[in-house]
């Protein structure tokens, strides 16, 4: 997935420890004034409105160093239908609100039946609002290396290596802003933004590492929240977040990949790739084991390594979409010799910021392993489980060598609450598979209904072309109307 939407999704999806002492801790004191927004019209699209929302770098010190967040808003069209104001959340970590506003607020607005001003902001180290940069050298953001492929044979010595010139760069360059990227202080910036809506509640939804954020923002403020919908869900383990969920991944990939198989095999497709849904697999193993050994180079010059056709394959899987381009990168690298002259399916490396804020806030939330022993043993039983992630998804990241502890642990998600959620999910995503989702579901109880739609991909809702699951999320952010119990969306 090429386009920003999809690139910062792989970020949180593939996507060092924590916050310093002095920052980001547990803290409850009130900025001293009353935090305010001055719309006026988006310079890129005039029918959304901008502002910028200041925020403290540290909560516990609110007249301290301020950060900015830039927020959008999509006013409804019908006024005197506006129940009040639905919060976009983005996955990520890294992806932009406001972005995620642009590419979906209409078909949202649609479909809610102006029911909602819509609102998003770009997260801090994201789009618009204060970045911060760890000064990675271009090779370490490389796609395929930022994420810890192994080497062929399974060796992480380059993810040792790598993770540590990545963690003592971002503890070098990133100061204090980058050591708050943090879970709990989006939560806390949500809460701010609510106080400078002048709105009693918000309506919320998430997408992907937005769930995460949404549920604990839920969980935090439960007076505060109207109407929750949880689009493609994380197991919500406390112990492990983001660990948990790159690990997860690897199931996520053995649900969708035969959706890829089916279609790389049927008849009449111009970019079939073998005969049966079965030889697809062995097909594509056996070209990124020969990739291993004797990559192929496009035109520009880089490299189509095994890896990068492992993390390629990981792109693909999030929408149906990107079945045909990696198809035609297959036959390509199969089937020719000389330059690849088709086109890569992945960019070829994270921007610095995109970086910057991925692998902060996934180390910064919870404490990684620092045992590499333990890790050689992890990847080693991954690969034969889950040969097409190859053990990436339990390597070595960069947190294993981050140079700080996190100073507040992550918020348990609870029965506890409202009974105001609605969760989506689909039967086979690649990066948050229905079994963590189901964690999800079981830690809020009855506060959650869950609708499981039969589809393929990473997100659900106004974008699978699933009608029952659109209708059904539709109905409860228009009416507040939910399933009497979970239900199943064939």
Known sequence: MTNQRTRKSILFALATSAVAATLAAPAQAAPADTPSLRWKPCADAPTRDCADLSVPVDYRAPDGPQAHLAVSRLRTGHPEARRGTLLLIP?????????MLAQKGEAVLAATKGTYDLVSFDPRGVGGSSLADCGLDKADREMSRFF????????VGENVARGRRIADACDRNGGPLLRSFTTANEVRDIERLRQALGERQLSVYGV??????AAQYAQKHPDRTDRVVLDSNGDPDPTRVERGWFANMATGVE???PDFAKWASTPGNPDRLADTPVAVQPMFLALAAKLDAAPRTFSDGHEL?????????LQTLYSDRGFAPLAKLIRAARDTTGELTVPDVI???AAQSDAAVTVATICNDVRWPRSIPAY???VAADRVRHPLTAGMPVGVMPCAFWKTEPVEKPGRITSRGRSNILMLQN?????TPHSGALKMRSALGERARMVSVDSGGHGSYLRNGNACGDRLVSAFLTSGTRPAKDVVCR
């Open 427 to 431: 039967l086979r995503d690649p990066a």
């Open 305 to 313: 390594t095994g890896n990068r056709l492992r993390m390629g394959l």
């Open 208 to 213: 992907s590492y937005g769930t995460y954020v």
């Open 255 to 257: 649900d969708r990949f």
């Open 148 to 155: 810890p492929w192994p080497g062929a044979d399974g060796d």
């Open 376 to 378: 050689e043993r992890a």
């Open 91 to 99: 996955g990520g970590p890294g992806g932009s609100g406001r972005g």
């Open 347 to 349: 960019p070829l490396e």
